[in-house]
């Protein structure tokens, strides 16, 4: 009996100290789950409640319920017969929006890719240094960056200057304000967030696999395929997501190098708030942006868990 009270004793105590060290993480988390909500849900909290509500006559919401901002998304309606056809605008801005953020994730995945590749085979003494050069960039400020592209791509800049210097070209090349002068400073401003988590991957890569194929004669284009990208499939997923999402709803860049006619989905949405004066609108399409990118994530988690499950 001795022995049966002194087990009841010993884990009566080891759930009490369970409790106790869960009560006090739970102390710990509070701090950080109350700046979560108000500077994160509670910003999107006021979006989707402003979202059904009706526009003011200058600026701001009257309080008083209607489905108009979610309508607008996609829909709308003619001043003279009140006939209801598609946003056309409206669906080009966000057809824009994704094509622009694919196409920049693509770039940045054909330039990344190797670059990492590069940087993992390097000597382990230097690989810090390439990572240093590849985080430069983040030490300046995006408008600055912004600029910088600007600079080169611009009528009179360092690129129209070089080809007309050679004679390859009698007028500058139309660069600026179109959808590759965007895609240009996006994947310029957001390619090290491709590079480092494929790098971070192919950190932890064993080369002698490469080394296996290539003895078992298997091609470069194989052993790229069936062995190296399998492998970093989590980075490359990972940087992806880091590129895409930011992308999509890039203001800066898109407001500089596109000239304010080729609008983005996240200029869209300041125009609504700003000169538009149809905050239930922005705030709509706000929340559509949230939705897209909960979906990017989704993909995101099912291919890196299909990945781990894959290779153990």
Known sequence: MSTDSHLIQASTSAETAQQNETRRHILLT???????????????????????????????????????????????RDIFDDTLTIADAHVSILWRSVKLSLMTTIVCLIFGLPTAYFIATRPASSRNLWLFMVTIPFWTNLLIRTFAVMELIRNQGVINTALKSIGAIEEPIQIMFTDFAIMIGMTYVYLPLMVLPIYASMEKFDFRLVEAGYDLYASRWNV???????????????????????????????????????????????????????????????ITLLVIVMVALLFYVRGVGKSGNAHG
């Open 224 to 286: 790229l395929k069936r062995i190296i990208l399998p492998l970093v499939k989590p980075g490359i997923v990972a940087g992806s997501i880091l590129v895409f999402i930011p992308s999509l709803g890039a203001y800066v860049t898109p407001r500089i190098l596109g000239g304010g006619k080729n609008l983005m989905l996240g200029n869209f949405i300041a125009l609504q708030f700003g000169q538009g004066r149809n905050w239930p609108l922005g705030a709509a399409l706000s």
């Open 30 to 76: 509070t701090p950080a789950l109350i700046v979560l909500f108000c500077a994160a849900s509670g910003p999107l909290l006021i979006m989707a409640v402003y979202s059904f509500l009706s526009p003011g006559d200058y600026g701001g919401v009257q309080w008083s319920f209607s489905t108009d901002g979610w309508f607008g998304v996609f829909m709308q």
